[in-house]
């Protein structure tokens, strides 16, 4: 039964809610051990990796996401920019523009806002 996992997750959930990120970093590991392919936990858990600059295990998190064929464009969003700031350039580049596929207008209003930039070293 996945019982058990869905109960974690659901505290996990209440957890972050009241600011208790570490006990919620638990949980959710502990949800991921028994619902491996359940993407909502891998999210959660890199919401809060990324604040605490644990990158690495962010992306990590996020790439599991994209292959369980998470529908949500905006993570791809998420992985440009972990890409970028951990300097993997030609992968922020091919996540974005595969994010452009799913999402144009999403891309477009990224692109004008100056939030992903992948050409770092052409502002100088």
């Given at each position: 039964s996945d019982q058990p996992g869905e109960l974690l997750l659901i505290?996990?959930?209440l957890l972050i809610a009241t600011g208790q990120t570490d006990q919620a970093l638990d949980d959710l590991t502990r949800v991921i051990t028994l619902l491996p392919d359940d993407a909502r936990a891998?999210?959660?858990r890199a919401n809060i990796l990324i604040p605490r600059a644990d990158l690495t295990a962010a992306l990590a998190d996020l790439d599991r996401t994209v292959e369980l064929g998470?529908?949500?464009p905006d993570l791809l969003l998420w992985r440009?920019?972990?890409?970028?700031w951990l300097g993997d350039h030609a992968g922020a580049e091919e996540d974005f523009r595969a994010y452009a596929?799913?999402?144009p207008l999403g891309a477009?209003?990224?692109w004008k806002q100056a939030r992903?930039?992948?050409k770092p070293d052409a502002a100088r």
């Open positions: 505290r996990a959930q891998y999210v959660l998470s529908p949500e440009v920019r972990l890409k970028q596929v799913k999402n477009a209003d990224a992903i930039n992948l």
